[in-house]
């Protein structure tokens, strides 16, 4: 297996030729097609000055673009940032600007939203330019023109770039939040991310030929590395899909012949209840693999006898840890799948600490830490938070709770940092709270996850009012502000008004009332 992601889409082309690589309505992408245009891209970002080691963000959809771009600058030896489409412009502006991003490639108007549009005003000193895939508005460049500029560049100098690539040399910067609710960089590189992605894809057994649905945003290592970059490993056919549109996905599946279908639990659940199921021929459909939330076990026998998947898969993973950790296996029985996160990938180690930093025994919790190849280089730019997370003996601290059983398979239960899932995007309490508090209209603002049949968890405020603007602080007030001014996921469901926060002796939230209040108050 080739070691780059350059050499490896290069390698595609020679072994799978014109099959199909990536099909999105009427365009088919051959392995061989794909290949040169990722190359024909190559060369339009050195002829846009990138160096090696320099940053490009992408900011858009599910597009055959991205894929395209993403491949290009990697061969160009650049580092691909990727933004989530959900955020508003001054948190994409945040994440460029932290990166030191060169460029970065968006949309115009994309489901009545300008990405091109929601970044001008930012405070983005090092961009040099923005590159729009389509409807590109003024002051923009459209990818069409970026592209002729490849002819300034000779194929040879592109090749060499691509060919200087290392394993080593850094693929990716993938931001996730923390407890101190700014976004930092996880550093991957391109060795670490293939040889975890030849195990992943041994380990869910896709095929060549396969026909894979991408429902999960390319932005998140769900549809990115366990997405278009497997197919391209494997020889599949990567269809991308823009948004979850539950009677468009159902038509696709059999349409389309579709017989690769991941996501989050949620995605499975809408599908099952969606009245239109039963007309419906899913025959076609083979294996999934989800993760990311809990999985009812009543939820992997329906996905078997109503969807007719042959093959179901759970696993665990982070964005620190190129996405991925555990995984259960084909031949587990439903219960195991429904209530685990699977055993450690071969040659990842996997324990559950105490307090002290000692393993705990068997069918005990403890904090879930991780050493192995998969880890991540560090955050970019932070060294301190780097050093947090990562022990002097190689060991990741997850911030997760689990019980790891006899046969090492592990089944989480909490999470030290307050983290909850809402349809498999990672939400920050620290940085929700952020965010509300610069509204002005708060003295005090606790976040929560609460449970929820569809999404797994969603997120619950309660807020404090500011004496001056107590007529303004209602709930739907707050959640209308909330979806104008943060990432839809972020959006607080639930809002709870209440005059004061229950508080420790040192002045801290005690989540752990206000979640027993909440459970009280949405039942």
Not at 249 to 262: E, K, M, T
Not at 448 to 453: M, N, R
Request: proline letters at 5%; aromatic letters at 8%.
């Amino acid at each position: 297996m080739e070691q780059t992601i350059p050499r490896l889409v290069q390698a595609a082309a020679e072994h799978f030729g014109s099959a199909s690589a990536l099909e999105e309505a009427d365009l088919r992408i051959g392995f061989d097609e794909l290949a040169s245009r990722s190359l024909e891209a190559s060369r339009a970002f050195i002829a846009a000055g990138l160096r090696p080691g320099d940053r490009v963000g992408i900011w858009a959809p599910n597009i055959h673009e991205w894929v395209i771009a993403a491949i290009g600058l990697q061969s160009a030896g650049g580092v691909l940032v990727t933004l989530n489409t959900r955020m508003k412009g001054g948190e994409a502006a945040y994440i460029l600007r932290k990166s030191g991003a060169r460029l970065v490639c968006t949309m115009g108007d994309f489901l009545g939203t300008d990405y091109a549009a929601a970044l001008a005003g930012q405070d983005l000193p090092e961009l040099d330019q923005i590159v729009v895939f389509r409807d590109a508005p003024g002051g923009t460049t459209a990818w069409a023109d970026f592209l002729s500029a490849a002819s300034d560049i000779d194929e040879g100098e592109a090749r060499e770039r691509l060919e200087a690539v290392g394993p080593g040399d850094l693929s990716d910067l993938i931001f996730t939040s923390g407890t101190t609710g700014q976004p930092k960089g996880a550093m991957t590189c391109h060795g670490q991310n293939i040889r975890g992605f030849e195990a992943w894809t041994e380990v869910v057994g896709l095929r060549e030929g396969d026909r894979y649905l991408i429902i999960n945003p390319f932005f998140h290592s769900f549809g990115y590395k366990a997405g278009w970059l497997s197919c391209v490993m494997r020889g599949a056919t990567a269809l991308p899909q823009l948004t979850f549109d539950i009677p468009e996905v159902l038509a696709r599946i059999h349409r389309d012949r579709i017989n690769v279908l991941p996501g989050p639990p949620s995605i499975y659940q809408s599908i099952l209840a969606h009245p239109e199921l039963g007309k419906h021929d899913l025959s076609c459909l083979r294996l999934a693999v989800t993760g990311a939330a809990p999985t009812p076990v009543e939820l992997i026998h329906r996905m078997r006898d109503e969807l007719g998947f042959e093959t179901i898969i759970t696993g665990y993973g982070l964005t620190e840890t190129c996405g991925i950790v555990s995984m259960c296996r084909y031949d587990d029985d439903p219960e195991t799948i429904a209530t685990t996160s699977g055993r450690a990938i071969p040659d990842i180690e996997v324990r559950c600490v105490n307090e002290d930093g000692q393993e705990v025994p068997r069918g005990e919790p403890g904090e879930v830490l991780v050493r192995g190849y998969n880890l991540m280089r560090g955050y970019f730019d932070d060294e301190e938070e780097t050093r947090k997370t990562i022990d002097p003996d190689g060991w990741l601290h997850t911030g997760d709770i689990a019980v790891m059983d006899e046969r090492g398979y592990l089944k989480i239960t909490d999470r030290i940092k307050d983290m909850f899932i809402i349809g498999g995007f990672n939400c920050y309490p620290a940085e929700i709270e952020k965010i509300l508090y610069a509204s002005g209209l708060f003295t005090q603002v606790a976040v929560i996850g609460v449970p929820d049949e569809r999404m797994g968890e969603v997120g619950m405020a309660f807020v404090v009012p500011d004496p001056e603007h107590t007529s303004e602080v209602t709930p739907g007030r707050i959640i209308a502000w909330s979806r104008d001014n943060m990432a839809n996921y972020k959006v607080p469901r639930h809002v709870e008004v209440v005059d004061e926060l229950p508080t420790n002796a040192s002045g801290k939230v005690m989540k752990f009332i206000l979640r027993e209040r909440a459970l009280k108050l949405i039942e």
